[in-house]
């Protein structure tokens, strides 16, 4: 049985402001997404009938968050109830929007008040107990986890902090172009100023890593009936997929850099088995980009390049704007945002580049795009999802 | 005269009935992995059953400690307390045990931190915490290379 294709649509998108310390909770960022969301695709609150919230339950921790939305959004029967990683989720959606489970589905996330990097956590009074075999036993922390990938990546192929600058280099130069970005008005970097920065964990410099921000977005997904009566551009969910490999980094066998990829290898060529289109249809993509080095092994487990050579196929500038596959346009989760769960942002930014809606960035005659939501250390979990406009 | 020792204050593993036997014997500074009773492959992290061939007759037991650097980081800006002791070194070893390796993730001690490479010799150490009834596992040079 085939993927139905082009039998659902993202119709309505929404971002709120990125930024550090916002003076709304993660709840009402939520909450102003799905409303922003709903009206961009000019349906009502009261069409929604399927929730893939994010964020657990702001309400009774012991209630899943799909049981609370559904009385948040007005005590009807809520009949999907999705999780999973933002692309992955959304192709389940449309899948289950085609089989007629749901028609309006709106996936969202809001995050405020508290940190990701090292900063987010306090000094106790007593030592704090965790998980046995969780990093933090250790000192360690995503920025941390990441660093040990680069550096075994940088041994194996010969890749230098130069190659990695790159990446943040220009994904802020997209981020200049996008008055929405939280680091655009800072102007362009050069790889000297991003080599130049201070070390977090070696081998990641300041600049290598993503922000650390605050904010929330939401994304509605619907079917071909409604899709056709909304406001906007209805932009095709085409295929997509999700996978889990590991739950841990560490537990990942030698070697880390495999031929056959991971997760994020799978559900890529699960996305484009699927969406019947080539890697070489792909007029614009959003990567997931927590790390500089992150965007590199996107490019290569997902066969827009070969294993180990992502830094020369970077350096090539087919990802940059003007190039032939322009990435990360809102300028990433290296100088956009990072609001904590934000792979939605590269789908959001897709969906405004296949609808023209980009403004200074956009993409001339953008029409086939794809997201990578990647996560859990290290291509543990991925979910890739390609989409088109008529 | 008394001697004030600097309460540990990094994040301590909680003990359960499955890591107990792990906990118990490295206070007697003994490093033990998981071994399936069925297919005789080694794991780490332990999971509950073998990831080879799914087994659950898992046998703790003790490993050489020998290894290698598989990577590292040195750690500028560290979560908590470990904020207070950067830079620290964040080391993956590769235990010496097959078929399946056994990359293990610790801080490593006795070390420069800028000495670290890829491919060094290391060895697992031990550090019983103070005032607190654990002992920890380390990564720390081998000091036999010849």
Redesign the interface.
């Known amino acids: 049985m085939a993927f139905p294709q082009r039998q659902a649509a993202i119709v309505g998108v929404y971002t709120t402001r990125q930024g550090r310390k916002l003076s709304q909770s993660s709840f009402e960022l939520e909450m102003e997404a799905i409303k922003g969301a709903i009206a961009d695709a000019g349906l009502q609150m009261s069409d929604i009938d399927g929730v893939i919230p994010l964020n657990a339950s702001p309400h009774v921790g012991r209630v899943s968050a799909h049981q609370f939305w559904a009385e948040q959004l007005g005590e009807r029967p809520l009949t999907l109830l999705e999780i999973g990683l933002t692309s992955g989720a959304l192709a389940k959606a449309a899948v289950a929007i085609a089989a007629g489970m749901a028609s309006v589905v709106v996936l969202f996330w809001g995050k405020s008040g508290w940190e990701l990097g090292p900063g987010g956590t306090p000094v106790p009074d007593r030592a704090p107990r965790a998980d046995a075999w969780d990093f933090q036993i250790f000192g360690g922390g995503y920025a941390h986890m990441y660093a040990l990938w680069a550096q075994r990546y940088m041994y194996e192929f010969g890749v230098t902090s130069e190659q990695l600058a790159q990446v943040a280099v220009t994904h802020r130069h997209h981020a200049t172009l996008n008055p929405d970005s939280v680091m655009g008005d800072r102007g362009e970097l050069t790889v000297d100023d991003v080599v130049g920065s201070r070390m977090v964990a070696s081998p990641l410099h300041l600049l290598d890593c993503a922000l650390d921000t605050d904010g929330g977005y939401a994304i509605v997904v619907a079917s071909r009936a409604v899709a056709e009566g909304t406001r906007k551009k209805p932009v095709w969910v085409l295929g997509g997929a999700e996978a889990a490999y590991t739950d841990f980094y560490m537990t990942i066998d030698d070697p880390w850099f495999k031929e056959q990829g991971q997760a994020v290898r799978k559900t890529g060529d699960l996305a484009f088995a699927m969406a019947g289109v080539a890697r070489d249809d792909i007029d614009t993509a959003g990567l997931y980009d927590c790390f500089t080095v992150t965007m590199l092994r996107d490019l290569e487990e997902l066969g827009f390049c070969k294993l180990g050579e992502g830094a020369d196929y970077f350096a090539e500038g087919h990802t940059r704007l003007g190039g032939r596959m322009p990435c990360n346009t809102d300028g990433g989760l290296l100088s956009n945002s990072h609001c904590g769960h934000p792979s939605g942002l590269h789908t959001i930014e897709v969906v405004r580049q296949l609808r023209g809606e980009a403004g200074e960035r956009q993409v001339p005659d953008a029409k086939i795009g794809l997201s990578l939501a990647q996560g859990s250390s290290v291509h543990g979990q991925a979910g890739t999802l390609i989409m088109a406009v008529d | 005269m008394s001697t004030v020792v600097k ?10 009935e499955f ?1 107990k036997p ?2 118990d014997v490295l206070k007697q500074h003994v490093f033990s992995v998981p071994r399936c009773s069925d297919c005789g492959d080694y794991g ?4 509950p059953a073998c ?1 080879s061939c799914h087994s659950t007759r898992l046998t703790w037991t003790p490993v050489s400690g020998k290894g290698e650097v ?16 950067v830079p ?1 070194v ?1 080391c ?1 070893g ?1 235990l010496d045990e097959r078929p ?2 056994c ?5 490593m001690v006795d070390v420069d931190p800028f000495e670290v490479a ?1 491919g060094m010799r290391i060895k697992i150490a031990f550090e019983d ?1 103070p005032a ?1 009834d654990i002992t ?1 596992w380390r990564w720390a040079p081998r000091g036999d290379e010849v």
Request: net charge positive; proline share 10%; no cysteine.
């Open positions: 309460p540990y204050l990094k994040p301590l593993p909680k003990i359960d890591n792990f906990f780490w992290v332990p999971y990831r598989y990577s590292y980081t040195v750690v500028y800006r560290g979560p908590g307390a470990f904020g207070e002791e620290y964040i993956m590769r399946r390796s990359i293990v993730g610790a801080n890829i915490i607190e920890m």
